[in-house]
C-alpha cells in the first residue's frame, strides 16, 4: 500500500468509528505500521516505542472547525494525540528521521535480553509482597503499575547517540526494517549487529526503577 491510499484508509478508519470509540486489533496493528514508517515523530510518541494498544477516536477543539482525530494509548496507560496530519511520504528532517528509527531498533534490540528479565525481577518482588523502591528517591513504589524502568550513568538517548557515531547513521540505518510494511516493529535484520548493540548497552549504561512520574518527566525533557 502506498502513501496516498495508506492515509485514505486511516480517514476511513477515523471516520468508521464513534467518538470515544477504540480501534480493532487489525486497525491498530494497521495504524502503527504506517505511523512506524511516516511519522516525523513516531518514536517520541510513543515514549521510545512502548508498545500501542489501541487507539482512540477523540475530537480536537483547537482549532476553528472542531475535528477528529487519533488517540495512541501506550501500554504503560499513557495517552497521545497522534495527529495523522502530520504524516509525511518523505521525512522533513531527514537526519531526525533516521536518528529516531535507529533509536527505536536500539530499544527493541534490548526489549528482551535485558529490560525484560530486569522488569521481571521487580513485578516478582510485588507479587510475593516485597518492598520495591524508587533507586532514583527512595521513596517506596506501592503499585505495579506505577514503576518504569530508566537507564542512567547513560541515558538511553545517550547510548544510542554513541553508538551512531561508533557506526555511523548511514550504516545503521540500512540495516532496519523500514521496508516491512507489514511489521509494526522498527528493528535491525542484522542479528549480529543485534547482538553486538546488547553488549555495547550493558557495558555503557545501567538499569534501575524509577516512578511512572518521574519516568514522564525526564522523557518531556527529551522532546524539548
Known amino acids: 500500500m502506498n ?4 492515509k485514505n484508509e486511516l480517514k476511513r478508519i477515523l471516520n468508521s468509528h464513534k467518538i470515544g470509540e477504540c480501534t480493532t486489533e487489525e486497525e491498530t496493528a494497521f495504524i502503527t505500521t504506517f505511523f512506524r514508517r511516516y511519522h ?3 518514536y517520541i510518541k510513543t515514549q521510545g516505542l512502548m508498545p500501542v494498544v489501541t487507539y482512540k477516536i477523540k475530537v480536537e477543539t483547537e482549532h476553528e472547525k472542531p475535528r477528529r482525530c487519533f488517540w495512541l494509548i501506550l501500554e504503560n496507560g499513557a495517552e497521545e494525540d497522534i495527529g495523522y ?3 509525511h511520504a518523505h521525512p522533513v528532517d531527514k537526519k531526525k528521521y533516521m536518528r529516531q528509527n535507529i533509536a527505536a531498533a536500539c ?13 521481571e ?7 510475593e509482597g516485597l518492598p520495591v523502591y524508587s533507586d532514583l528517591s527512595g521513596k517506596p513504589i506501592l503499585d ?8 542512567y550513568d547513560l541515558t538511553f538517548e545517550d547510548l544510542v547517540d554513541n553508538w551512531i557515531e561508533i557506526k555511523g547513521m548511514e550504516y545503521l540505518y540500512q540495516r532496519i526494517n523500514m521496508n516491512d510494511h507489514m511489521s509494526t516493529i522498527t528493528k535491525f535484520l542484522d542479528e549480529n549487529l543485534v547482538e553486538e548493540f546488547v553488549q555495547y548497552h550493558d557495558q555503557h549504561t545501567h538499569l534501575r526503577v524509577v516512578t511512572k512520574e518521574k519516568n514522564l518527566s525526564l522523557l518531556k525533557k527529551i522532546k524539548k
Do not use: N, Y
Open 85 to 87: 496530519g502530520r504524516l
Open 144 to 151: 505495579k503499575g506505577d514503576f518504569h524502568v530508566d537507564h
Open 107 to 119: 530499544r527493541t534490540a534490548v526489549k528482551q535480553p535485558c529490560i525484560k528479565p530486569f522488569r
Open 40 to 42: 516525523p515523530e513516531w
Open 121 to 127: 525481577r521487580i513485578l516478582k518482588k510485588f507479587k
Open 3 to 6: 502513501f496516498t491510499s495508506g
